[in-house]
Structures are given as structure tokens and as C-alpha cells.
């Protein structure tokens, strides 16, 4: 592999201008492939995690005693690995303004297990019904490019805060926390900081498979499992795989946007683009950020078009249900709309059928970048959308 020469190779000051003024490279890839310009150590690292990722595993691995899927590949599966889903997780919290929130994950919260292995099965574990508390359902997001998303600063996230809304312009937003404090920014809540805890808190909650990362089982069974209902041993897999898991994750591509070939078209979405800033949807779904130093070329100061400050904000008891380790029930992570085109269902709880009602449900903070756009011209409105089909 050349680099620097061939037909494209430009002067060096020019590559520089380029490299500070122009939108993000346009990836070549089919979603569900790796970053381009790994090294072929990467790329075996990605080929491994992908194998784990789309492994099913079985009660002799550890699965269970309760779990929603014996694979990642169930959920995170449209239009291929690594992608979204519409099967939604039903979890479970309660919130007290004085007391915050309770993840319940004592009582079998904040996650509610679908599913028994038959060991446990016949010892009488049943799926879980979940406590009392508040419900909501959340669909499975798509996971590429999420290694770009770990790769921008912290500091990045934090210079965008604005909790006491000093500029005045009705949107505030503030970073997620972790259980231990530090930012955080996967998951609808913002409540996880990076991939490999993400990786490691998934195989235990999703498929009950302990790792030394995450080593208890969350039981919600009084006095805890009969013995013989999950016979493996705590922690049921190596840290390995979580790592290996997280590595995948982290070097999964970023769909190529698609714009319209037609030029009229093409012009409607321009036109779609300019409306979207103008109307203060770029406010919160910030169209660019860029990622620090890293030791993987491939996520080393890269622009990033996630269309998202990863930041909570308030948007209103229409979408509030449960709440999260540093957020209320009514505060959600602005969604990445990187990938949008690949989705067939929106919102955190995937009830918006279409892009117009997902804007529709848009409250609180966002009201009035939704009133901006209920007042847009019809021909402004539907260019909107056009724009926001080519993310
Ligand atoms: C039963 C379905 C299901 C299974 C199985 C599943 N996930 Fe997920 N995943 C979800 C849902 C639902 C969310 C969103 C939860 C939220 O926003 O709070 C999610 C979110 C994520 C995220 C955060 C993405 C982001 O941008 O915020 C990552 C990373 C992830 N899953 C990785 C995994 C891995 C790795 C596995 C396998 C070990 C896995 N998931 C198994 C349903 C599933
Ligand atoms: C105050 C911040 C804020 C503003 C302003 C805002 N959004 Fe959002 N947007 C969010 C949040 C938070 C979510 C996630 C809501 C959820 O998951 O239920 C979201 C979700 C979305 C989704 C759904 C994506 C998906 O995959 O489910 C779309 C589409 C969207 N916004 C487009 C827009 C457009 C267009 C505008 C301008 C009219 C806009 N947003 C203004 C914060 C904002």
C-alpha cells in the first residue's frame, strides 16, 4: 500500500488546507466493515472480536441463569453485525427528586431478563418479571463507528456543557457520568465511558456471562440462585473477550453517508443541510467533533460527523421514563444520527415510525428547534428529511 503518490497525491501544504477545512472522508465500505488504513494486526484483532461478538453461547460458557439473547449478533444485527435492531430491552428504575435514582439492580433491575437457561429453568428460575418501579424500552443502537466516539476528549464533551444555560438560548445539556463519575457516553442515558466497559457490562447483562471486569452475577432471585442453576464458576470468561469484544466495536467503520445521485436531489438536501443548522438542530446534533491523539492511525484526529454533542438533555415527560446513574427520567443522550439511513425505527423506545415524527417528539429543551421547524416553509421541511435520509 502506497501512500502520498498515485493520481490523487496532492502537495503536501495543500494536503494540510484540506485536512482543516473538509468534511470527514467519506468511508468506502459496506456498514459492518473495519476503519480503512488498519494495519493487518488490526484487522486480525477486528476478525476476532467480530467472531465473538457473533458467537452464541451456551450454559457450558456460563450463559445465564437469566439472560435476553445468547448472542450480541440477536439484537445488534440490522442491516448486518455490528449494526441496530428494533427488539427493544425493558428495564426498569425508580426516581425520587430527593433520593435520585435507584437502578434496582439488587431487585433484578435496571435490565429485565427475558429469558431462563433450561438448568435453571428446572430449578424453577423463571425469565425475570422485574420490580416495581418506572419501565421503558430501548432499542438496540447501531454500533459503528462507536471507536471514533471513544476516541473524542472528554474535554471536548465538557466544553460543550452549558448546564445553567448561560447563553441563554434554551438548551443547556451536561455530560453523563459513570457509576464511578467519570464521563460518560454510551447508551441512551450516557452512562458508560468506554467500549471495553460496555463490552464487559453487555456479556453480563444481556447474556449473564461474568467476566473479571464485571464478576457478579445479577441476581434478583431472594437469597440468591439455587445451586446447579448456573454451574460455571464467577467469572464465567476472561477478560479477553471483552477486550478482544471491545476492540471489534472500536474499529468498526462509520457507514458511508449517501447522498442522492440525482442532482436536483442532491441540491434538496444542501438545502436540507442549511435548514437543519438554521433551525438549531445542530445545537444539540452537533454535526462534527474530532478525536484526540490515539495509538490506532485509523482514530487518531480524525473528524467525526456523529451529528450529536453527546450530551443529556431535558426533553420533556413525553419521552422520560426510567432514569440513569447521573441522569433524570426525562434527560437522554442526544441521539448520533451517524447511521440514521440504516435505521427503521426512532426514539429511544423506537415508537417514532417515521423522521417526522421523531422531530414531532422532540419537547423541553428541543421545543423550540421543533417549532422552528414546524414554522419551515412544507418544501424546507421535507428537504429537511431528505437531508437527514443521507446520514
Ligand atoms: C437483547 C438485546 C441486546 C443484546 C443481546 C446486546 N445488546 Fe447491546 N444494546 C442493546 C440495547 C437495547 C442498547 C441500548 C441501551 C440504552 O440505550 O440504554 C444497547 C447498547 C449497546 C452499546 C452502546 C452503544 C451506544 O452508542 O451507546 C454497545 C457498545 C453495545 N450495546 C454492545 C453490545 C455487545 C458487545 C453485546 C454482546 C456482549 C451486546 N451489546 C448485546 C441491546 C442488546
Ligand atoms: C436539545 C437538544 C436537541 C435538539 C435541539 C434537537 N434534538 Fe434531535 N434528539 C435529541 C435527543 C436527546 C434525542 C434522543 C431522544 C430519544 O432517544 O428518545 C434526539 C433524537 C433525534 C432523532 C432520532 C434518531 C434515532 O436514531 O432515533 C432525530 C431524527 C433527530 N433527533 C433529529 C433532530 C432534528 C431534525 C432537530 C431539529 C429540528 C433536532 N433533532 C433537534 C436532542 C435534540
Same mark, same amino acid.
Given at each position: 500500500?502506497?501512500?502520498?503518490? $498515485? ?7 495543500? @494536503? ?8 470527514? #472522508? ?33 450454559? #457450558?460458557? $456460563? !450463559?445465564?441463569? @437469566? ?45 429485565? +431478563? ?10 424453577? @428460575? ?27 476528549? &472528554?474535554?471536548?464533551? !465538557? ?15 451536561? =455530560?453523563? +457520568? ?11 442515558? %450516557?452512562? @458508560? ?11 453480563? =447483562? ?25 454451574? =460455571? ?13 471491545? &476492540? ?12 442522492? &445521485? ?7 438536501? /444542501? ?46 415527560? #413525553? ?6 446513574? %447521573? /441522569? ?14 440504516? +435505521? ?5 423506545? $423506537? +415508537? ?19 417549532? %422552528? ?19
Amino acid at each position: 500500500m502506497s501512500t502520498g503518490s $498515485g493520481p490523487h497525491a496532492l502537495p503536501l501544504a495543500l @494536503v494540510a488546507l484540506v485536512s482543516c477545512t473538509a468534511p470527514p #472522508e467519506a468511508v468506502p465500505t459496506r456498514p459492518g466493515g473495519p476503519l480503512p488504513g488498519l494495519t493487518a494486526a488490526q484487522l486480525s484483532r477486528f476478525q476476532t472480536g467480530r467472531e465473538l461478538f457473533m458467537r452464541v453461547w451456551g450454559v #457450558e460458557d $456460563g !450463559l445465564g441463569p @437469566v439472560y435476553n439473547e445468547n448472542t450480541c449478533n440477536a439484537c445488534h444485527s440490522s442491516p448486518g453485525p455490528g449494526g441496530g435492531g428494533v427488539e427493544t430491552d425493558e428495564k426498569v428504575t425508580t426516581f425520587t427528586p430527593a433520593g435520585g435514582c435507584d437502578l434496582l439492580t439488587d431487585r433484578g433491575g435496571a435490565n429485565v +431478563r427475558q429469558q431462563a437457561t433450561p438448568p435453571a429453568a428446572a430449578l424453577g @428460575v423463571s425469565r425475570e418479571s422485574g420490580p416495581a418501579g418506572t419501565r421503558g424500552y430501548f432499542t438496540p443502537p447501531v454500533l459503528y463507528g462507536r471507536g471514533l466516539i471513544e476516541a473524542i476528549p &472528554d474535554d471536548v464533551l !465538557l466544553s460543550l456543557e452549558d448546564p445553567e444555560d448561560q447563553d441563554a438560548d434554551g438548551v443547556s445539556g451536561r =455530560v453523563g +457520568r459513570d457509576a464511578s463519575g467519570r464521563v460518560g457516553r454510551f447508551l441512551r442515558k %450516557a452512562s @458508560v465511558a468506554t467500549l471495553r466497559d460496555a463490552a464487559a457490562g453487555s456479556l453480563t =447483562v444481556e447474556l449473564g456471562l461474568t467476566t473479571p471486569l464485571s464478576p457478579r452475577e445479577q441476581v434478583y432471585v431472594e437469597g440468591g440462585y439455587p445451586p446447579g442453576a448456573d454451574p =460455571v464458576p464467577e467469572p464465567e470468561i476472561g477478560a479477553e473477550v471483552a477486550d478482544a469484544i471491545a &476492540d471489534y466495536m472500536r474499529l468498526l467503520a462509520p457507514p458511508a453517508p449517501d447522498p442522492p &445521485d440525482d442532482p436536483q436531489e442532491l441540491a434538496q438536501a /444542501a438545502a436540507g443541510r442549511e435548514a437543519f443548522a438554521e433551525i438549531g438542530c445542530g445545537t444539540c446534533h452537533v454535526p462534527v467533533l474530532v478525536t484526540g491523539s490515539h495509538e490506532v492511525q485509523a482514530l487518531s484526529r480524525k473528524p467525526v460527523a456523529l451529528y450529536s454533542d453527546l450530551l443529556l438533555h431535558d426533553m420533556g415527560p #413525553e419521552l422520560a421514563d426510567i432514569c440513569g446513574p %447521573a /441522569a433524570t427520567p426525562s434527560e437522554l443522550r442526544t441521539e448520533v444520527l451517524m447511521g440514521l439511513s440504516t +435505521r427503521t425505527r426512532f426514539m429511544h423506545d $423506537g +415508537r417514532s415510525p417515521t423522521l417526522w415524527d421523531a422531530i414531532e417528539r422532540h419537547a423541553g429543551e428541543a421545543a423550540t428547534s421543533r417549532d %422552528a421547524f414546524r414554522a419551515l416553509p412544507e418544501l424546507r421541511r421535507h428537504a429537511l428529511i431528505r437531508f437527514l435520509e443521507t446520514l
